[in-house]
């Protein structure tokens, strides 16, 4: 499948690598939910929107503490927060794009007439 896709955008996220590199590097992208319970079956739609939801929580949760850790003076490496926080601005960006496109799927269908 060709595009940005969820398992796509976590690779981007986790590993910094772009979609080319993602392609050229022909490794296949771990699904580390169904290694843990033996699952080998794709997961449901509403699985990857809950684990993609839940990545982009986390990534704001973890700026929020290291800007935290900043503001107070428990740490004083400022480009380490920046970029955290920029990832979790990425991540907050890519989930609203994610969503806005589902929604215009959702209402495209809606439109259908049968």
Same mark, same amino acid.
């Given at each position: 499948m060709d595009g940005l896709t969820i398992s796509n955008s976590d690779a981007l996220l986790e590993r910094g690598q772009t979609l080319k590199e993602i392609r050229n590097s022909n490794i296949a992208i771990p699904n580390p939910k169904a290694e843990a319970t033996g699952q080998t079956g794709a997961k449901s739609f509403a699985d990857t929107l809950k684990d993609a !939801?839940?990545? !982009?929580? =986390?990534a704001q949760k973890e700026a929020d503490v290291k800007a935290q850790q900043l503001a107070t003076g428990k740490t004083h490496d400022i480009a380490d927060v920046? %970029?955290? =926080?920029?990832? +979790?601005? %990425? +991540?907050l960006k890519l989930m609203m794009s994610v969503r806005n496109k589902i929604i215009e799927a959702y209402q495209e269908i809606m439109k259908m007439q049968v």
């Open positions: !939801v839940q990545s !982009v929580n =986390t920046m %970029i955290t =926080t920029e990832k +979790a601005d %990425i +991540a």
